[in-house]
């Protein structure tokens, strides 16, 4: 009879510890980053080949930017169009933190140096001067064009004949352009600002906001 009643108890116990379910481990899912390292960037990744050929008019090739970038900034994007004579376009971002201090800043230093270049010009042709002298000798003077506010990003300004700069709207970032036409540079102003995004900004990686 012990024997009987010890077996049912040792069955008993035993189907109690089968009942009790292990603790399930519960799997997180990988966070999301975005941004791309400001070292990894490629410019492709914002403007192709095919897209500045089109824009720019002429065939267009990448060529290697000799100037080195601060810690956080990626190279300049640097092209040659062979347009007669060649032109030379570049793109850069920056993107790190107080971007848009610094955009602020620029934005006023370069309407600045606008409006000594036009009071220079004025200037001279106030006192009859009509060339200036160059490395190849002389050249005409051309009056500098005005300061203009452009429809890019959040904010745009094209100035001093050859430079473009805008606050992107989607992505933490101003972008600089230099190419010597206005209705190009706006358009690939429009062109990067489409495809920057706070995924692919040249950028230290970080969540996405909520």
């Known amino acids: 009879m012990r024997r009987t009643l010890l077996l049912a108890a040792l069955t008993f116990s035993g189907c109690e510890t089968d009942a009790v379910a292990p603790q ?7 966070t999301k980053l975005a941004g791309i390292y400001p070292e990894r960037f ?12 089109q824009i720019l008019g002429s065939p267009t090739r990448a060529i290697d930017s000799p100037s080195s970038v601060p810690r956080g900034l990626p190279r300049p994007c640097t092209y040659e169009v062979a347009a007669t004579p060649p032109e030379y376009w570049t793109f850069d971002f920056d993107c790190r933190d107080g971007y848009k201090r610094r955009a602020d800043d620029l934005f006023d230093q370069y309407r600045k140096y606008n409006a000594d270049r036009i009071a220079q010009y004025n200037g001279m042709a106030d006192a009859g001067v009509r060339q200036k002298p160059s490395d190849a000798g002389t050249a005409e003077f051309r009056q500098p064009g005005l300061p203009t506010d452009v429809e890019v990003g959040a904010k745009g300004l094209d100035h001093n004949d050859q430079g473009l700069i805008f606050i992107d709207d989607d992505a ?5 352009i230099i190419g010597p036409e206005a209705t190009r540079r706006l358009a ?9 995004s706070f995924a ?4 230290a990686p970080r969540p996405f906001p909520k």
Do not use: F, G, H, S
Request: glycine share 0%; net charge positive; proline share 8%.
């Open 24 to 30: 399930e481990k519960v799997a997180l899912a990988p």
């Open 42 to 53: 490629e410019c492709t990744t914002i403007a192709t080949l095919d897209a500045l050929t």
């Open 172 to 176: 933490p970032c101003y972008v600089r």
């Open 188 to 196: 690939l102003a429009r062109l990067i600002a489409k495809n920057l």
């Open 200 to 203: 692919n900004a040249p950028m």
